[in-house]
């Protein structure tokens, strides 16, 4: 532009840019207040949070995906945060407040040795190599665990309801999370796997959380389309239709011109025999019980009730799949293709009241790869908040199984993690070592908050905690309710060994993409951001 002093515009005009330790201070501290809005509600003695939306519904909760997922986070480096947890709660179902805690915690480290002269790439470099290792010290200290071992599995349930608003009775709710996931479990040539879209849940309000009742087989919410119906079928032969129990309308516009009364008589008895067909094909296969995922005519209904068969309409296509994977039968699209081997088996199809609903219960299946659960509560929230609990217990479970891995809770197997990560640091050369002392001060961040939300000096427990670990006590954590280091295997305090192995890499990974920013360019009309997400998420913590 020749010697002058006109300015040159790379980027757009209105581009704000933030760079060096402005940027990585101001992502660095966003994604702080993310961990630390969470944070109060880890452990046993955590609290809950009350979320309400722009519509005035309200979340009471303390589970620490639905927390992240309900608050409007604007921040781009929170939002890395959030992933971190719903990444968590998509792996394993649980341990999604403590992996968010362990990545703030990691960015609190970094900010220290920054404030050293630390460079953040030594910083990501030595945080990867403690992660490795980690996972190695993680594998070491996990104890097997047997699908058969009903008691451990129970106790792994129990652990991840103990914070939670249903872990006064989690015993109660653990029995019933263990035969319902050991009824899904499948066996491929030796590996376990189990799929939680074959566990339904129901709710229904009313009665108290232990009213809760576990069903060998399938709730459909819905009732016969005919009064005149049974409500009980037993040995119920099923068939699960796809098509309508109604006449086809023509594909194109079509006019039919009836010139005398004889005429309109003849069209409507063809129609009623087409129907009464449609009906007879049915009761020729020795179906007793119809699902259809279409609409019944009346003339339909009253046919089928004749003929003494139990009809729903109108049923969800994946309540359709669960009964063909259930009863052994299959979805038929076309009446002419309906054959008795495609009809599903049940003891019982009876139709029970729940509440004010009635609802269509089909029990005593010969391989049920599909359970339910009808869950009772006083409210809607309640209810609410109930599923999330028993959600997570389930997936803890699951993925037990199919680890056949577990570790101790209360902060121990976190302990132990510090203890030996800072003995490796030891041996690594360079800067890296500092980091990775970083790192191992970084997971200690588990016991000092389960002490902290236990009200008691989180000194003073850290302190005891490593005295034991250093003595050999692996499985030394806090117990917040005595406000003691104990043996936490002995307390039955257990958890899958995959909440720490993808809490860790998840936070590792977070910390690193956080850490390795040095510049922000926000585009013209993005707000640069700035200060705590969300518009005052300081306000948002107890």
């Known amino acids: 532009m020749g010697m002058g002093n006109a300015p040159i515009f790379i980027l757009k005009e209105g581009t704000k840019r933030e760079r060096g330790k402005d940027a990585q201070y101001n992502n660095i501290t966003a994604a702080r ?21 722009s519509m005035g519904d309200v979340i009471i909760t303390n589970d620490g995906v639905t927390i992240l997922k309900e608050i409007d986070v604007q921040h781009p480096a929170a939002k890395m945060l959030v992933e971190v947890a719903k ?47 980690a996972q190695e010290i993680l594998k070491d200290v996990a104890i097997k665990v047997d699908i058969d071992n009903l008691e451990l599995l129970k106790f792994i349930a129990s652990t991840s309801m103990i914070s939670k608003q249903v872990s006064g009775s989690k015993e109660f709710f653990a029995e019933l999370i263990v035969d319902a996931i050991k009824t899904v479990v499948e066996d491929d040539e030796g590996t376990l796997s189990a799929d939680l879209s074959n566990v339904q849940m129901v709710k229904k309000t009313g009665g108290s959380m232990e009213d809760t009742t576990l069903v060998k087989g399938l709730i459909i919410d819905k009732e016969p389309v005919h009064s005149s119906m049974p409500h009980k079928i037993k040995d119920a032969k099923i068939a699960l239709l796809d098509a309508a129990f109604e006449v086809k309308k023509t594909e194109i516009d079509a006019k039919i011109e009836i010139t005398d009364p004889s005429q309109l008589s003849a069209f409507l008895q063809e129609e009623e025999n087409m129907i009464r067909q449609m009906v007879k094909k049915v009761k020729e296969t020795g179906a ?82 599909t359970v339910s659960l009808l869950i ?33 809770g209360g902060g121990s197997t976190a302990t132990e993690l510090a203890l030996r990560l800072r003995e490796y640091a030891s041996s690594v050369g360079g800067r890296e070592q500092i980091a990775i002392d970083a790192f191992a001060s970084a997971m200690e961040i588990i016991p000092t908050t389960l002490a902290e939300n236990a009200g008691l ?41 995959r909440i720490g192995k993808q809490a860790i890499n998840s936070a590792t990974d977070a910390a690193v993409m956080i850490l390795r920013i040095d510049d922000v360019i926000a585009s013209r009309g993005m707000p640069m951001p700035s200060g705590p997400p969300g518009g005052g998420m300081e306000d948002f913590d107890e």
Do not use: W
């Open 33 to 53: 207040a993310i961990a630390d809005s969470v944070r109060s509600s880890l452990g046993p003695r955590g609290m809950d949070k009350m979320l309400v939306d």
């Open 87 to 133: 990444t968590q709660d998509a792996e394993v179902g649980d341990g999604t407040t403590t992996s968010v805690i362990i990545a703030g915690e990691l960015l609190k480290k970094a900010i220290d040795l920054i404030d050293s002269n630390v460079h953040p790439t030594i910083i990501a470099g030595g945080y990867r190599l403690a992660n490795i290792k």
């Open 376 to 408: 009772r509560g006083g409210t809607g929230h309640v209810l609410d908040e109930i599923e999330r609990s028993l959600i997570d217990a389930m997936s803890v479970t699951k993925v037990t199984i199919e680890d056949g891995l577990m570790v101790t």
């Open 457 to 497: 000096d989180p000194i003073d427990i850290l302190i005891e905690t490593r005295a034991q670990h250093k003595g050999g006590k692996v499985h030394a954590g806090l117990n917040p309710f005595s406000g003691e280091v104990e043996d936490m295997l002995k307390l039955n305090v257990i958890e899958p060994y």
């Open 288 to 369: 007793t019980v119809v699902f259809c995922q279409k609409g019944i005519d009346d003339l339909a209904q009253h046919f089928l009730a004749k003929e003494g068969i139990f009809a729903c309409r109108r049923v969800k296509k994946s309540d359709m799949e669960k009964l063909a994977r259930s009863t052994g039968g299959n979805i038929i699209n076309k009446f002419d293709e309906l054959e008795a081997e495609d009809l599903g088996k049940a003891d019982i199809v009876e139709l029970k009241k729940v509440q004010d609903e009635e609802m269509t219960f089909i029990t005593g299946l010969t391989e049920p790869k």
